[in-house]
Structures are given as structure tokens and as C-alpha cells.
């Protein structure tokens, strides 16, 4: 009896034992699920942390790379320049040119050719340079006017001025320190003057009611330049005396106007050689040709150097060569001319 007494209570035991196995059990498998969620919580939210540290890390990271690119680069810009001062300190000091300039010149001028013997320069006078008597009046007596020697010699003095506009200090980057300008001129030469002792062109309103057609007696019913002979001849030297209108003096000249560019070498120097490759020049002439005609364009080509003597205060020669491709009626206009000329940079 006790026997199954102590089976029952065993039994009983057991059963509870089950019995509250099986009610905690579950309430411990809860806990431990909450437990490790808790635990996985905690642990995400340290990698997030983790995460966004790494992140501001990388942040400042690029931060401080971008500053030091930035810093890196002002720092070799400062170099450069440190670099470029010292240049300049060490390069040599360079001479107060002024590249613009105003100048004046003179010298000797020659034409190829000559103008003597056109009607207006001495063909209507008795000289050598083909006056001829025919022309002259008829009532004259020819040995009045002999003396005079032919007027249009080629050689001339000529005197100018002119200026230089600075274009480019390098030649358009071609050449260092070449300048190139753009050079104008104005010059006037004088070849001869003479005091010529002629008779009135012959002309209609010359001829006289007893002289042949146009053979100028000087103006009709006029007794100037007319039956001169003897005593009488010497009233006329010089346009002297009541016959002074059968002397005139006749001047032969031309004035130059040119435009050209002008190379300029050693910009940096005193000494300054230069060229003109060719340029366009203007000639213009006086008396006019035998055709009336009084202009003439043509090319020049020209050479010099000048020299900086003290500040802006230059001195130079050159010389010029000028090339007329047509005549002016009968007159050929190619020739040279050569000389010296002092300039004010500026």
C-alpha cells in the first residue's frame, strides 16, 4: 500500500514537473527570443554608428585633400611668380627707345632722267637744251637771248619730313624684338631754276598780223618781245626793262608723298637698322609735262639705320629709290635719293 502510495505521488510529481515544464518552457523560449532581438538591436544600431563615422571620416578626408590640392596649387603659382620677378631683376636693362617718331631729312636727289628741252622748262628759249629759234619771235634778233643753258638737270637737293606709327613690337609674332611701322613722308626737290629770256608761246592770240602762223611776234599790235635787237637786248636781261615780260624764271621741282610699312630691327638697342620692302609714293611735278599732265604714283623701296644720341633725340641716313612704271608724258620720274634726317621718338 505504501508502496503504491509512493507511485502515485511519484507519478503526481512527475506530472506537475511536465506540467510546469510545459508552462515555462514556452515563456523561456519567449524570453530568449526577446532577448536576442534586444541583443541584434543593439548591435545594428552600432554598425550604423560605425557607418557614420566611417562616412564623416571620408568627408573630412576629401575635405582636407581638396584644400591641400587647392593650397598645392597657390603655392606654385606663388613659385612662378617668384620665379618670373627674379627674370626681370636679372635681365639687362634695356634702353628708353621710343618706338613712334617724328622726323626731318635732306640730302641729294637724282632723277634717271632729265627734263630739258619740254616746252614749259626751256624748249621756248634760245639754250642748248633745244630752244629752238623758229618758235621765237620773228622780229628778234637771236643773238639777244644766247647765254641761257639747258634748265631740267636730273640731280636735285631735297629736304622733308615725315613720321613713324609703331604697329608691332614683335612683328605680328614673327620676329622678336622687330618692330613693324607704318612710315609717311613728304619731301620737295628742286633740279634747276633758271632765269630764261624767251618769247610768248605761240599761240593765236601771239600771232601778229605780219607773222606766219604760229610763230609767236608776241601779243598783235604789241611791240613787247618785239624787234629787239642791239642795245635794245640788254633791257631784257634778268626781265629788266619795259621788254621784261620775254624773261621768266622757271624753277623745276617735285614734291614726293609716300606711305609705306618700314621694318625696324634691334627695336631694343640704340642702334637701329631698317627697311622698306616697298611702299606706294605720290609724285607730283612742276612746270607740268608737255602733256599738262602733273602727277605720277609709283613704288619706293628704302633702307637706313638711326641711332638714339641722348633720350628721345635721334639721328639717322637712309637712303630711297623710287620707281615710276609709266612716264608722265614725256617725262620719266625713276630715281634716287639719299641723305640723313634727325627724329623725336616718342
Same mark, same amino acid.
Given at each position: 500500500m505504501t508502496h503504491q502510495k509512493t507511485k502515485l505521488a511519484l507519478g503526481?510529481?512527475?506530472a506537475s514537473i511536465a506540467m510546469a515544464g510545459a508552462i515555462v518552457s514556452p515563456q523561456a523560449i519567449a524570453g530568449s527570443k526577446a532577448q536576442h532581438h534586444a541583443e541584434v538591436s543593439a548591435v545594428q544600431t552600432k554598425v550604423d554608428y560605425l557607418e557614420a563615422q566611417l /562616412?564623416?571620416?571620408?568627408a573630412e578626408l576629401s575635405s582636407m585633400k581638396a584644400a591641400s590640392s587647392q593650397t598645392s596649387a597657390e603655392a /606654385?603659382?606663388?613659385q612662378e611668380l617668384d620665379q618670373w620677378m627674379a627674370s626681370v631683376k636679372s635681365a639687362p636693362v634695356k634702353a628708353d627707345n621710343k618706338y613712334n617718331m617724328v622726323f626731318f631729312r635732306g640730302g641729294y636727289g637724282k632723277n634717271d632722267h632729265g627734263r630739258e628741252g619740254s616746252i614749259l622748262t626751256d624748249a621756248n628759249a634760245t639754250n642748248s637744251g633745244g630752244g629752238a629759234t623758229n618758235i621765237l619771235n620773228t622780229g628778234l634778233n637771236t643773238s639777244d637771248f644766247t647765254g641761257n643753258s639747258p634748265n631740267g638737270k636730273n640731280e636735285a637737293w631735297y629736304f622733308g619730313a615725315g613720321f613713324d606709327l609703331n604697329l608691332s613690337d614683335d612683328l605680328f609674332g614673327i620676329m622678336d624684338n622687330t618692330n613693324l611701322l607704318g612710315e609717311i613722308t613728304f619731301g620737295y626737290k628742286q633740279f634747276d631754276s633758271k632765269d630764261l629770256r624767251r618769247a610768248p608761246l605761240g599761240t593765236a592770240a601771239n600771232d601778229s598780223a605780219t607773222g606766219a602762223a604760229g610763230v609767236s611776234d608776241g601779243p598783235a599790235s604789241s611791240t613787247v618781245c618785239a624787234g629787239l635787237s642791239g642795245s635794245d637786248g640788254a633791257l631784257i636781261n634778268n626781265g629788266a626793262g619795259p621788254y621784261g615780260s620775254c624773261s621768266a624764271n622757271v624753277t623745276v621741282t617735285q614734291i614726293t608723298i609716300t606711305a609705306s610699312p618700314k621694318i625696324k630691327f634691334?627695336?631694343?638697342?640704340k642702334f637701329r637698322p631698317w627697311l622698306i620692302p616697298a611702299g606706294f609714293a605720290l609724285h607730283?611735278?612742276?612746270p607740268p609735262s608737255n602733256g599738262v599732265t602733273v602727277t605720277a604714283p609709283g613704288i619706293m623701296f628704302a633702307a637706313g639705320a638711326d641711332y638714339n644720341i641722348w633720350k628721345s633725340l635721334y639721328v639717322?641716313?637712309?637712303?630711297?629709290?623710287h620707281m615710276v612704271s609709266n612716264t608722265v608724258a614725256d617725262v620719266q620720274l625713276d630715281g634716287m635719293e639719299a641723305g640723313g634726317y634727325v627724329g623725336f621718338g616718342f
Open positions: 503526481i510529481a512527475a /562616412q564623416a571620416m571620408q /606654385q603659382k606663388v634691334m627695336a631694343d638697342s607730283v611735278i612742276s639717322g641716313v637712309d637712303a630711297r629709290y
